[in-house]
């Protein structure tokens, strides 16, 4: 498998992505092929759909107030994470843990990096739909059928630092469910599902960065995925009773939930 990151001009609201992306490649005497994935970061896509916040036009509430103030976050900002989030159960110093379209994560996903100066990004809007638009635009502009996957990055329950998240996927199965094969003794394989688009999303995240190397996307070669035309969000998400981490451990802060 080969990683190729792609270089491109500082993305803007309304930008056209796959233009953006495409003389990226072009410049870079990059090709897609049928089978290629390409992984995008979701503050780009974010910021195309202008999906940015302006921290001092929120006015924040008597909660984000007192949640600010024991976390050391901005007011406004914690404002927009309570209207991004779909649950918050608590935090540490500058971040809140919450629930934000079956993802458990940070600050429901605003982020005031890389955002211009006094904004947040938000997480795209339908993202999905987005992985699926700019799929079947780079077939419409290429020809090429290709997977496309939309990643931000994630904490890792007790452990330091950040991996890749997909946040979206278009084209391909994200999911490998192993559980009707048998490991090397020969033993059937009983709860193993590998989460494909995860460890792309991981593979990814590590050329693109986190601070300003301005690679807001990569291409993967001979990535092991089958193609499909049909990616549903329900088939990268468990529930939470079937959550090894928040069966037992979220519902206790569900019972104190904000």
Known sequence: MRLLGIRTQLIKPRDDIVSIILAGTDKQKLRIDDGDILVIASKAVATLQNRLKRLDSV?????????????????????????EADQVFGGVSKALLTL????????????????????????????FKAAEEIRRDVFTRTGKRVGVLI????????????????????????????????DLYDKPISITRHAIAD????????????????????LIKEAPV???????????????????????????????CL
């Open 100 to 127: 934000k379209d079956h993802i458990l994560t940070a600050n429901a996903g605003v982020d005031h990096k890389n955002a211009p100066k006094g904004y947040a990004v938000l997480w795209p809007e339908n993202p």
């Open 59 to 83: 006015k924040p509430s008597e909660k984000a107030k007192k949640l600010a103030r024991r976390y050391s976050l901005e007011p406004s900002f914690v404002e927009t994470v309570l209207q």
């Open 151 to 182: 990643v931000d990055s994630r904490v890792t329950p007790l452990r330091m630092g950040t991996t890749g998240l997909a946040l979206a996927v278009a084209g391909f199965e994200p999911v490998l469910d192993c559980r009707a094969e048998k």
């Open 226 to 256: 089958k193609l499909t035309e049909v990616v549903s969000p329900s088939s990268v998400v468990i529930s939470a009773k079937q959550c090894l981490f928040t069966k037992y451990i979220i519902q206790g802060a569900l019972k104190e």
């Open 199 to 218: 460890d792309l999303a991981s593979s990814a995240h590590l050329i693109m960065g986190e601070s300003d190397e301005q690679i807001p996307a990569v």
